[in-house]
């Protein structure tokens, strides 16, 4: 089929997409901007939202150009409105002003999140820190999720940490692994013994991996959360101001409504949401290279348009991530070249770019 003809043939399917409120469609109102075929039957356009625009409107005009045969796959670049605003504001719950001296060392805190288990959260957390660490940056990881410590798995580590200072005033000193300074409950726990907290003392652990770890002067502290919208979540934008949370998904619908969930929370108490990120996005055949979507396609950047926040990248599946992790080595240390430790690069050096004042402007090197 020529491509002028698709084009038509879409920008006709898009003429059905009205706004249920005026009858509008996003066509003829200039919401659908830059309508172009790229290589492959791929299309791509601008859609600009409206400050009053529900954002399913962007999800009626995707899958309206989905449908046009021909059609292999479709792109939206969305555009928000400077002054875009939910139109009814749910009242933020009131929560203690964090404490500014917390971590006085500490240029940029994000936390790593996802609304339900299973989903790679750790694994993301992990690679990322390593990554940034790749790339000159003073790096720490956090890991928050008590009930279920992934991260000394996850570098390799098993050393118990050191406790420095004079009587009194005793620290914990982080362990290092491929250039992080880490910490987890999992490094204080015997081998296999369960952490059994109620959900106050979750909220006192996390304080004191905050206030009484040596952690020095660092550029990021990535904190790994646990799943959900719980007491880790909260305890924590109590405690410190953060930077931004990162939310991580796989690209099923079970996957992305729970993380819809954790957004929607995250905006609640005032975090700012820096993006998603759509991990196991599809399988990588080790042997013949084919792409298998297992968990559906395009879920996490269909999420991310939906709820007005940036897609920070996909990251496929891949045996290379599995083994690196068990083996206590970074994908992006493990297997470079692969198409996951790539990806995840990609995503840490974009996180290191739009990082405000000095931090942005450390030279992109690796670490001595």
Not at 115 to 126: L, R
Not at 131 to 150: K, T
Not at 315 to 332: H, I, Y
Request: proline share 9%.
């Amino acid at each position: 089929m020529e491509a002028d003809v698709l084009l038509r043939r879409v920008a006709a399917a898009l003429t059905e997409v009205r706004d249920p409120r005026t009858g509008e469609d996003v066509l003829s109102s200039g919401r659908v901007r830059d309508l172009r075929l790229e290589p492959d039957g791929v299309v791509r356009f601008r859609f600009a939202l409206r400050g009053d625009d529900p954002g399913a409107l962007v999800r009626h005009a995707r899958r309206a150009a989905e449908a046009v045969e021909g059609v292999r796959r479709v792109k939206v670049d969305v555009e928000l409105p400077a002054d875009r605003a939910p139109a009814r504001p749910a009242p933020r719950p009131t929560l203690p002003t964090p404490d500014p001296e917390l971590l006085p060392r500490v240029a940029h805190v994000v936390a790593i999140s996802s609304g339900k288990g299973g989903v790679g959260k750790s694994t993301v957390a992990a690679n990322l820190a390593a990554a940034l660490a790749d790339l000159g940056h003073r790096v720490g990881l956090l890991d928050a999720d008590v009930y279920g410590p992934d991260i000394p798995r996850m570098f390799g580590e098993e050393r118990r940490p050191r406790v420095v200072g004079p009587r009194g005033h005793e620290r914990l000193e982080p362990l290092e692994a491929w250039g992080v300074r880490l910490m987890s409950l999992g490094f204080l726990l015997e081998p296999d013994q369960p952490a059994i907290f109620r959900g106050p003392l979750v909220a006192g652990v996390l304080r004191q991996f905050l206030q009484q770890v040596e952690w020095g002067p660092l550029d990021f502290l990535l904190v790994d959360l646990p799943p959900g919208t719980g007491d880790a979540q909260l305890s924590l934008v109590q405690l410190v101001t953060l930077d931004g949370v990162i939310m991580v998904t796989t690209p099923q619908e079970v996957a992305t409504q729970d993380v819809r969930r954790g957004v929607r929370m995250f905006q609640r108490v005032g975090a700012r949401v820096l993006g998603v990120i759509e991990n196991m996005s599809a399988f990588v055949c080790p042997d013949c290279g084919a792409v298998h979507p297992l968990f559906g396609a395009g879920g996490g950047q269909r999420l991310a348009e939906e709820l007005g926040v940036s897609f920070l990248g996909a990251v496929p599946l891949e045996a290379a991530v599995r083994e690196g992790g068990d083996a206590g080595t970074p994908v992006v240390r493990r297997a470079p070249d692969s198409a996951a430790a790539q990806a995840l690069r990609t995503i840490a050096t974009h996180l290191a770019a739009t990082a405000p004042g000095r931090i942005a402007a450390v030279a992109a090197s690796p670490p001595a």
